[in-house]
């Protein structure tokens, strides 16, 4: 049984960073790639980054792309995203997913598996 399970989410304030995780298990998922997505409240779920479990191959949104790290941790099985100088925009329910998609594609549909999401919260 596949699992991604995030962790990292919190209340921080505007200019801090923060680590999200996602714990992947249930597959061999050096094949596979990796994203994050995030949902604000009345909002509509939103590409953050994908990437393929190597590495080889990133996409990432433009409006983080200078504020964000990703990064593996191959024996833990775990991906992380590093979210550096956060804004309040950046408040949303950060998600994990995994697809067995080719290519690190901003396309919710493509992926098929889902965690259930870490809270990140930023004050001004």
């Known amino acids: 049984q596949v699992s991604l399970v995030e962790s990292g989410g919190g209340l921080v304030q505007a200019g801090d960073s923060l680590r999200l995780s996602c714990a992947a298990s249930?597959?061999?998922?050096?094949?596979?790639?990796m994203a994050w997505f995030r949902q604000a409240p009345g909002r509509e779920r939103e590409f953050v980054t994908a990437f393929t479990w190597c590495g080889g191959n990133t996409n990432t949104a433009a409006s983080v792309k200078d504020r964000l790290t990703v990064s593996r941790d191959n024996a833990k099985n775990t991906v992380y995203l590093q979210l550096e100088r956060l804004k309040p925009e950046d408040t949303a329910v950060y998600f994990c997913a995994a697809s067995s998609y080719h290519l690190p594609t901003n396309i919710a549909a493509r992926y098929s598996y889902w965690g259930q999401g870490t809270q990140v919260t930023v004050s001004p």
């Open positions: 249930g597959r061999t998922f050096s094949r596979y790639v």
